[in-house]
């Protein structure tokens, strides 16, 4: 194949208001690329992702644009086919050659070909790909099939475009329009390998099977004669005959101890090589990739409890350890494999074991697939449906149909996939969101999520485990269980951040927790190089820097500020100032996600699984992301580190008593001393136990404290303390807002090294949360830990690596170090403030 990316140009084609400086240009066009990304190139445009640009963009939601470029196509050898290949256009395109219409689309989420051999006579032509609005598209389906209900007010539910494109709670509305994957032209002959399914398994004695199935497509220029594939899997050969006239055929390659794929935590990741090769004496064509062997069954049977979820891969139960992915950049295209590469490597880096990639993004490119692959992350794969109902009638139910076919086809070499789910929160949202008298007798997409979807899987790739939607209840009519019953499947705790304390986590024990989350700010260097005042100040120095109309374009979430309020308030109080609002913010989210996740875990293997909402960000925003949308960790990725250890020791309770939980997610037993102590805030002892443990491999093992141990005699002042080997888990007896904490509570030093600095921390009293802010003094910048917290007389060292600074010192104060400490003594100047100010 050649690829056809030089020579692209993109103009205003009609529709919308179009400003006059653009109504009459022709730009040079990047392909893959999008109609955004090439203004911002030509500078007719801002970046859209700095301060309120966004909403002066949204003239183009409305507009069609013209991709052409020159095209001269040599003639065709008498049994030669040409084929135009386009793997992504987003979205609603006309595409032509000259005075010829090749075809059109109406789906960013599958390829089209097209075949030129015709036109293949060396006369240059234009070839060009007219892409309508996505938005008078989408709402003239709406207008004939009927309005349906959807989580926002767009008509994101009527075409088959990514649905955050539209906007989302986290992400701008900006509703691309382009080129998005490679434009490539393939010449070939005889027949060429149209699809090969690989399915592969594991049979009881160690012997790898890949059963090769493959599709082939004639040219229709020559005989249709019998052709030869042969297929080689770790140097094993296989071959097969596609009868004279056939177009199907099957090999099955046998491997001998094939070494077993494994998740990250688990074992290692080997890939062998698969190569199919299609003959007619000469090679015709040639398909490659990679295959792991590793079975995978996810089990739902009814127990005590109500109906597990538990991944089990190689015959083992795996926990997952997971968070929500969306798209890496709003702008796909640019989304790089170096890119992704960091991004997996923070997912590692936070001991996640699994990506969910949620369904109103993109099918991920095959870049992301092999990076899972290689480092052992399982991907929990969404259909593209989301927190909408969809009509299931034509187009959309045949566009739905063969985009699932191609992903899943696609997909099925890589051993990361590991579960396709129909849909997000479709089924939930049909139930108890006010969704059936808004409809009437209007299909919802119950028919994609519990047939369409599910057929395609069992027909094209029945070796991976197919779930109707999340949340659902297995096997359970909505009358029967509610598709969100946290005793029944996979399910979404969204009650927590919109209506009730955090604390509550701990008041339900989930098979599966596949979304949950709490928001915060992005990291202050991603705040201050993105998000200025209205006036083009910082946006510390605003009036009401929370409510400057600049900062609410980057704050999506209904009601976002005064639920962050309203989530600090009980804990750590609200700070006044923006500095310390911003930490308190992402201390909260942070301490949030934390606690429910220590709670699951203690509960494995009733509950089987945690994904948080969510890794990443696609811009700078206040989100629930961990990594923000330049790529910056914040605290919250320090906390997903700690609450995911292998290890892991949690105060947790148990029918009202004080239990000291200890995880074991390694295959090595943890055998050790636990030792559980009372003493006050410095340090001085109160009251101890000492007890031998010993966990078994993946299990974990609950111990209840002593009552003389664990009760409190003034919890404003003391802590509990529990260590097992270098494991450490800290309880106070009480919140923030009462616990009697010390504002200056440690010693501190720095010194250079050859990468930056070392910061040595000696506790006087209880520290907690100590979090270095780096990015202040490098937007570079990384530290070894974050959220370090230390029981008095304990101590911790942190690596900065950083740029050399002027004045080291500045590592050792606010704002660039933090504690939950000092924003106690923050809430003491409030208040003090406050009532001078009275």
């Known amino acids: 194949m050649s690829t056809l990316h030089d020579g692209w140009t993109v103009r205003?084609?009609?529709?919308?208001?179009?400003p006059p400086e653009i109504a009459g240009r022709t730009v040079p066009a990047a392909v893959p690329g999008c109609v955004h990304t090439d203004l911002m190139a030509a500078g007719l445009i801002g970046d859209p992702y700095l301060d309120a640009a966004e909403q002066d963009l949204a003239w183009m939601h409305r507009v069609d644009w013209r991709f052409a470029r020159p095209l001269r196509l040599e003639p065709a050898a008498p049994d030669e086919r040409v084929d135009l290949v386009l793997a992504g256009v987003d979205t609603v395109a006309t595409v032509r050659l000259g005075?010829?219409?090749?075809?059109?689309?109406?789906?960013?989420?599958?390829?089209?070909?097209?075949?030129?051999?015709?036109?293949?006579d060396g006369q240059e032509r234009e070839l060009v790909v007219d892409v309508a609005s996505a938005t008078t598209y989408a709402e003239g389906e709406r207008d004939r099939l009927g309005a349906r209900p959807n989580a926002y007010p767009t008509p994101f539910n009527y075409v088959r475009k990514m649905a955050c494109s539209f906007g989302w709670d986290w992400g701008p509305d900006l509703r691309t329009a382009g080129l998005w994957k490679p434009v490539t032209l393939h010449r070939w002959r005889v027949a060429r390998l149209a699809e090969v399914r690989p399915l592969v398994g594991v049979e009881p004695d160690g012997t790898g099977v890949v059963e090769l199935l493959v599709e082939v497509e004639r040219s229709g220029l020559a005989a249709a004669g019998a052709l030869e594939l042969r297929a080689e899997v770790a140097g094993v050969v296989a071959r097969a005959v596609v009868p004279a006239g056939a177009d199907r055929a099957a090999l099955v390659v046998r491997v001998p101890d094939a070494p077993l794929w494994w998740p990250a935590g688990y074992g290692d990741q080997p890939l062998s090589d698969v190569v199919v090769t299609l003959l007619d004496g000469d090679v015709l064509d040639r398909w490659t990739s990679r295959v792991g062997f590793r079975t995978v069954e996810l089990r739902t049977d009814d127990d005590e409890h109500g109906t597990a979820f538990v991944l089990v891969v190689n015959g083992r139960p795996v926990f997952v350890k997971g968070a929500n992915w969306i798209p890496d950049d709003h702008f796909v295209s640019r989304i790089t494999r170096?890119?992704?590469?960091?991004?997996?490597?923070?997912a590692l880096g936070a001991n996640l074991n699994l990506l969910r990639v949620w369904g109103g993004g993109i099918y991920e490119s095959d870049d992301f697939y092999d990076l899972a692959d290689e480092r052992g992350l399982l991907v929990w794969q969404d259909f593209l449906l989301a927190c909408a109902a969809y009509p299931e009638e034509e187009p959309l139910a045949g566009e739905l149909a063969a985009e699932a076919r191609e992903n899943v086809v696609r997909l099925m070499p890589h051993p990361s996939l590991v579960v396709w789910n129909g849909g997000n929160e479709n089924v939930w949202g049909h139930e108890d969101w006010g969704w059936k008298a808004e409809l009437g007798g209007l299909t919802w997409g119950g028919g994609y999520a519990h047939e369409l979807l599910r057929d395609v899987v069992a027909q094209t790739d029945p070796t991976r485990p197919y779930c109707d939607n999340s949340p659902y209840s297995p096997r359970r009519a909505p009358d029967e269980v509610h598709p969100n019953d946290p005793d029944h499947g996979s399910h979404h705790q969204w009650e927590v951040w919109n209506r009730v304390d955090w604390t509550e986590y701990r008041s339900e024990v989930p098979r599966f927790c596949s979304e949950f989350g709490f928001q915060g700010p992005p990291t202050w260097r991603t705040l201050s190089e993105s998000v200025h005042a209205a006036d083009g100040g910082p946006i510390e120095d605003a009036p009401d820097p929370k409510n400057d109309p600049v900062w609410l374009v980057h704050q999506k979430a209904?009601?976002?500020?005064?639920?962050?309020?309203r989530g600090m308030a009980p804990h750590v109080g609200v700070p006044q100032r923006f500095v310390d609002w911003h930490w308190a913010a992402q201390l909260v989210q942070a301490r949030a996600v934390r606690y429910a996740l220590e709670h699951y875990r203690s509960w494995w293997p009733r509950t089987a699984g945690a994904i948080v909402w969510q890794l990443n960000d696609c811009w700078p925003v206040t989100s629930w992301a961990a990594v923000d949308g330049a790529g910056r960790p914040k605290p919250l990725w320090s906390a997903l580190r700690k609450a995911f250890a292998p290890r892991l020791l949690t105060v947790v309770e148990r029918d009202g008593a004080t239990c000291v939980a200890a995880v074991n997610d390694t295959d090595e037993p943890w055998v050790g001393d636990l030792r559980v102590r009372r003493e006050t805030l410095g340090g001085r002892l109160v009251a101890e136990e000492s007890v031998a443990v010993a966990v078994d491999p993946r299990q974990v093992h609950v111990h209840v404290v002593r009552a003389a141990v664990a009760g409190w005699d003034d919890p404003v002042t003391e802590v509990l303390v529990a260590t097992m080997g270098d494991d450490v888990a800290v309880h106070p007896g009480a919140e923030d807002v009462r616990l009697a904490l010390d504002p200056d509570p440690a010693e501190y030093a720095v010194e250079r090294t050859a990468t930056g600095y070392r910061l040595r921390v000696q506790a006087r009293s209880l520290v907690r949360d100590l979090v270095v802010h780096a990015d202040r003094i490098d937007p570079d910048a990384v530290v070894s830990d974050a959220l370090v917290t230390l029981p008095a007389g304990a101590t911790a060292t942190l690596e900065v690596t950083c740029r050399e600074l002027d004045d080291p010192a500045v590592l050792l104060a606010a704002p660039v170090l933090r504690t939950a400490n000092d924003l106690q003594a923050a809430r003491v100047g409030d208040v003090a403030a406050a009532a001078a100010g009275t």
């Open 12 to 18: 205003v084609a009609g529709g919308g208001d179009v």
């Open 558 to 565: 209904e009601d976002g500020n005064g639920k962050l309020d």
């Open 338 to 346: 170096e890119r992704l590469a960091a991004r997996f490597d923070q």
């Open 99 to 120: 005075d010829a219409v090749l075809g059109r689309t109406a789906n960013m989420h599958r390829g089209y070909r097209f075949d030129v051999r015709a036109l293949a």
